[in-house]
């Protein structure tokens, strides 16, 4: 089994940044994309960005690009989402996920691991 826990959501002011993170509480001897994905009251999940098993290769939405960067430590089973010029139309519950395909994936069918979320609001 995979468990995935994110943390570092939270209140920060527009224009400012944060830095989300989500674990991975089990060892499993190999790496998988993983991705982040994002959901405001009354609209679907949508995706955000994804990042290959070694991190090489990483795609992001054009709604965040320029402003948001994914990356991971495989060593330390970790998967960020940097956040940067945040606007108050971020604002969204955040979870990461990970998928058993061999790429990553942009449609929330296609992961098979989620984490419980978490919020982050951006205040002006």
């Known amino acids: 089994q995979v468990q995935l826990v994110e943390s570092g959501g939270g209140l920060v002011q527009a224009g400012g940044s944060l830095r989300l993170s989500c674990a991975a509480s089990?060892?499993?001897?190999?790496?998988?994309?993983m991705g982040w994905f994002r959901q405001a009251p009354g609209k679907e999940r949508e995706f955000v960005s994804a990042?290959?098993?070694?991190?090489?290769?990483?795609y992001t939405s054009d709604s965040v690009k320029g402003r948001f960067t994914i990356s991971r430590d495989n060593a330390k089973k970790t998967l960020y989402l940097q956040m940067n010029s945040l606007e108050v139309e971020d604002t969204a519950v955040y979870y990461c996920?990970?998928?058993?395909?061999?790429?990553?994936?942009?449609?929330?069918?296609?992961?098979?691991?989620w984490g419980q979320g978490t919020q982050v609001t951006v205040s002006s």
């Open positions: 990042i290959t098993s070694n991190g090489g290769s990483t």
């Open positions: 996920a990970l998928t058993i395909r061999g790429w990553p994936r942009a449609r929330p069918s296609e992961y098979d691991y």
């Open positions: 089990e060892r499993t001897f190999r790496s998988y994309p």
